[in-house]
């Protein structure tokens, strides 16, 4: 594993279309929207965070989000994290969430807690 440094980032696009969004909706006992529902964008982070960074063996402890915008069906979206502090006590790091639109407007705002796995 390489070594983590504050300003490491990594990035997730994804088209989140209506047939996701029905099946999510499916799964959740709920009526399809027309925008893409926040727990999808919120998906787009976990993914980040377990496979890329801080990847295999993360586990994820706290997510806060602010939400701008509303994504649109069918639109590129772009989930970016970043790593603002690397606790030097604790195998902790925090991370800042980030998702825009194929317009580059901000959809969601946040900040995350990741445990890392120890070497």
Do not use: W
């Not at 925008?35 to 960074?53: D, M, N």
């Not at 063996?57 to 772009?78: I, K, N, P």
């Not at 606790?87 to 825009?100: A, E, F, G, V, Y």
């Amino acid at each position: 594993m390489t070594a983590l440094t504050v300003g490491m980032q990594a990035t997730v696009q994804r088209v989140i279309d209506q047939a996701l969004i029905d099946e999510y909706a499916r799964l959740c006992d709920d009526q399809p929207q027309k925008t893409v529902p926040e727990p999808l964008i919120g998906a787009l982070f976990s993914h980040v965070l377990g496979v890329k960074l801080p990847g295999a063996g993360a586990v994820y402890l706290r997510q806060e989000f602010t939400f701008h915008s509303t994504a649109r069906v069918g639109e590129m979206l772009t989930a970016t994290v970043t790593i603002t502090h690397i606790r030097t006590d604790k195998p902790l790091i925090t991370l800042r969430t980030q998702c825009t639109g194929s317009d580059q407007r901000l959809i969601v705002d946040g900040e995350a807690l990741v445990m890392v796995p120890q070497a």
